[in-house]
């Protein structure tokens, strides 16, 4: 016997799960017909945006007068947007200067401030990567907007930003330096091209960073100097190469391959002797990935190495890098 | 009280708890579906690759893709062909022959010059012997492992100990990934240090066109099983994992697709060989190693990376699958039962994870199976037996859709990978058909997994494939 007691709430729970239901199929349903509005509309979409994008190409390439814009109709200002980030990376200079006048003319820098104030991170983080692009037309919006978004809430928010005001002129790269020394964010792997971009300029801000930070933190920056080649990090590099942590002196044997230094080939024979396999084992593949002459020695000292995956790395690597006569079987 | 009025009173006791667990199933999925949304919303997935390309290529970690295959002569040359083309910076490929009685290792040795490697490979993890490891002079990112069968766990133990990235990534030999979903699944390990795992969505390859192991177009399968699949894929994937993963309780990163940590793994003796639910064992190893040590540490889903894999087409095959996936879940289950009893230590994903895999899906099911059987019987115990029927009908049917399509609306809103507005509309259609047989079906499935469980049923049992449709050489040509 159920009780009647419950029969108020069993009513209730049918009557939600339908209306429920009824509610969940004609959103649904909504969204289909969207999807076939959008399907029908598509062919007039992408004349649209052929016609746009025609007309930015010949602005950029001042055939046409930037500031004119062209009849519509016009696709979704986020589809300009995107056509002219795309652009814009087959340019340099007065042209790309041009394209951004041409894309202000026609709304895309107002669709990007306002899309700078958007509640979602992402998208904000997006508008931070495009602004740039028109510092040259609208500078003092774009450098306000930058200043903004660099102490935004959202940390690849504060990336983005960075990195595009790093690429501006001297008051925004000073603006963001200032923001990397106060800002944990850029410990992380995700901000080194950015610290790289700023690197490649102001090598003290890196050494700086560097100054008393963790083995994580030192290892990243590491690279980073590695992969842009700043020779003035070297020493620091060497000094970590006798660092505790197995990371540290990993990523500073890989920045002196990098940078090409003269004692690379000694650092990967020191990381190649390291008492921890793995870190041996890494050593072998940093010589796999710019094989040179003076590695074969370090090679074959490691064919009789006690860690068979080291052994049998090193001789696979000699086995690619040295005639196979020379190659013990 | 005589023994009819016991016997009627224990009947509306049994209803109404029914009832109440079906309930309780419902609205957890209603939470979940909230979450999902709310994750979505919080941090919408990427649609263009362009820029990911170039805010990765330095930073992305390197990478080691295990590939586990047995007998797959047909398809093995083009799936590592497509692996080897990916969109990634850094990374390497290591296909494990696990004793294949096909010619799977003459294919790859034939198609990629493939030259011995002398001397054996090292034995960090327990794994059955290997005959013999082959690499590519010309392609240095292949390797090629031959062992002994020892089931997928051993195969990727084989490959975890030549693996020499930062991270691994266990791919099925079947299943074919997007070009960019490595790239768009490494993302978390970048953002976030403490990331250990990372699941991607998995989708139904079943109708797809497929060109030398590629997805060249994304469509609906023609058969309903498959597509009933799509559809529960949709609702498992983009709302369930999600969910689970923003709220810190994912315990499960498909086998399918999945990506590691290599150091963890390695630490935590690689997978375990005697359970056919490796994928999900493991990430609840990773989960209690990181909470005894009190390390931080992040397992995270990322909707939008797309691996395709083929579901079967034949109820038989589906039945063999649900019943190795049900068996699996409650192989682990059991195994890690007493994280339950200590939610202070294990946290969310013991409560959470643990908790509603025995409420929702060992529980609920048996609850709903025996409500369907039971129902008529009840009706004869008097009271509001019509507002139990219908609340009944309404909660495990009409729930069930209306949960369906709000995946399906959370998948158009967000992630939008369905190709067309008419394969959306028979998308809805197979939530509403989802629900008026082919779940109930699943369920009786997973009974029978739980008494083979019960029974100590080991292997995973033979699920015939079709392979994927190849375009006619016209096609190809065109």
């Known amino acids: 016997m159920i009780p009647e007691a419950v029969a108020p709430l069993l009513r209730f729970a049918w009557t939600a799960t339908l209306l429920f239901l009824l509610l969940a199929l004609s959103i649904t349903l909504v969204l289909v017909l969207r999807r076939l509005v959008g399907e029908l509309a598509a062919p007039r979409r992408a004349r649209a945006l052929a016609a746009v994008h025609r007309h930015l190409l010949e602005a950029a390439l001042g055939r046409r007068d930037p500031a004119a814009v062209p009849p519509g109709p016009y696709p979704p200002r986020e589809a300009v947007a995107e056509l002219v980030v795309e652009l814009a990376a087959m340019g340099r200079g007065e042209m790309r200067r041009r394209l951004a006048a041409a894309a202000k003319a026609l709304g895309v820098l107002d669709h990007l401030l306002a899309r700078s104030r958007s509640r979602r991170a992402a998208l904000r983080a997006r508008a931070a990567r495009r602004l740039g692009l028109f510092a040259p037309v609208a500078p003092r919006a774009v450098r306000a907007a930058l200043a903004r978004l660099l102490d935004d809430p959202a940390g690849e928010v504060r990336v983005a930003a960075a990195e595009t005001a790093a690429g501006l002129d001297g008051e925004a790269r000073r603006a963001v330096a200032d923001r990397i020394r106060r800002d944990p964010v850029f410990t992380r792997r995700l901000a080194l091209p950015c610290l790289e971009r700023l690197g490649g300029a102001d090598p003290a801000l890196l050494d700086s960073l560097a100054e008393g930070a963790d083995a994580a933190r030192l290892a990243r920056l590491l690279e980073a100097a590695g992969r842009a080649r700043l020779l003035p990090l070297a020493p620091r590099a060497l000094a970590a190469l006798r660092h505790p942590a197995v990371a540290v002196r990993l990523a500073a044997a890989r920045a002196l391959v990098e940078m090409e230094h003269p004692r690379a080939a000694a650092a990967l024979a020191e990381l190649a002797a390291d008492a921890d396999p793995a870190l041996r084992l890494e050593a072998l593949l940093l010589m796999a990935e710019r094989p040179r002459a003076p590695y074969l020695r370090i090679l074959r000292a490691r064919l009789d190495d006690p860690d068979p995956g080291v052994a049998f790395r090193a001789r696979h690597l000699l086995a690619r890098l040295a005639p196979a006569a020379e190659v013990p079987a | ?478």
């Not at chain 2, 630490?267 to 931080?296: A, K, S």
């Not at chain 2, 939610?343 to 994903?349: N, V």
């Not at chain 2, 909660?395 to 990978?417: D, H, Y």
């Open chain 2, 1 to 478: 009280m005589t023994m009819t009025s016991l016997l009627l009173a224990l009947g509306g006791l049994v209803a109404l708890t029914l009832f109440a667990v079906l309930l309780f199933q419902q609205l957890f999925y209603l939470l979940l579906l909230t979450v999902a949304l709310a994750a979505l919303l919080l941090r919408p997935p990427r649609r263009e690759t362009r820029t990911l390309w170039s805010e990765l290529v330095d930073v992305a970690p390197s990478l080691t893709i295990l590939v586990p295959a047995h007998d797959e002569e047909a398809t093995i040359v083009d799936s590592v062909r497509a692996l080897l083309a990916l969109q990634y910076p850094r990374f390497e490929v290591v296909v494990v022959d696990d004793g294949s009685r096909d010619a799977t290792l003459a294919r790859l040795r034939e198609a990629f010059a493939l030259e011995p490697v002398a001397g054996p490979p090292p034995q960090r993890l327990v794994r059955a012997p290997v005959r013999g490891v082959w690499r590519a002079r010309d392609l240095p990112r292949l390797t090629v492992v031959a062992k002994e069968n020892g089931g997928k766990s051993d195969a990727l133990n084989a490959g975890l100990e030549l693996a020499t990235g930062e991270l691994v990534c266990s791919v099925d030999a079947d299943s074919l990934l997007e070009s960019d979903s490595l790239l768009r699944a490494v993302e978390p390990f970048v953002l976030d240090e403490t990331t250990v795992a990372v699941g991607g969505t998995v989708r139904v390859a079943n109708g797809c066109r497929v060109e030398r192991g590629r997805v060249v177009a994304a469509e609906l399968p023609r058969r309903w099983l498959p597509r009933l699949q799509a559809m529960e894929y949709i609702r498992a994937f983009v709302m369930a994992r999600l969910a689970f993963a923003r709220l810190g309780a994912l315990t499960i990163v498909s086998g399918a697709f999945g990506l590691f940590r290599r150091d963890l793994v390695l630490e935590l003796g690689g997978y375990r060989r005697d359970t056919v639910g490796e994928d999900f064992e493991l990430v609840m190893r990773i989960h209690r190693h990181c909470r005894e040590r009190g390390r931080p540490y992040a397992v995270h889903f990322v909707p939008e990376p797309v691996c395709w894999t083929q579901a079967p087409e034949r109820w038989r095959d589906l039945a063999r699958q649900r019943i190795r996936w049900h068996r699996g879940a409650l192989e682990t289950f059991f195994a890690h039962a007493d994280m339950l009893t200590r939610p202070r230590r294990y946290g969310a994903p013991a409560l959470l994870g643990l908790g509603t895999l025995f409420l929702v899906d060992v529980l609920a099911p048996a609850a709903e199976l025996l409500g369907w059987l039971l129902l008529p019987v009840l009706g004869l115990t008097g009271g509001p037996v019509l507002d139990l029927a219908l609340a009944w009908l309404a909660l495990a049917v009409g729930g069930g859709i209306a949960l369906s399509c709000g995946a399906l609306i959370l998948e158009e809103l967000e992630l939008a990978r369905v190709p067309r507005a008419g394969d959306l509309l028979r998308l809805a259609l197979a939530a509403v058909v989802e629900n008026l047989g082919y779940r109930q079906f699943v369920n009786v499935c997973r009974m029978i997994g739980h008494l083979q469980w019960l029974r100590g049923a080991t292997g995973w049992g033979r699920i015939a494939r079709r392979g994927f449709a190849r375009p006619t050489s016209g096609e190809a040509s065109s």
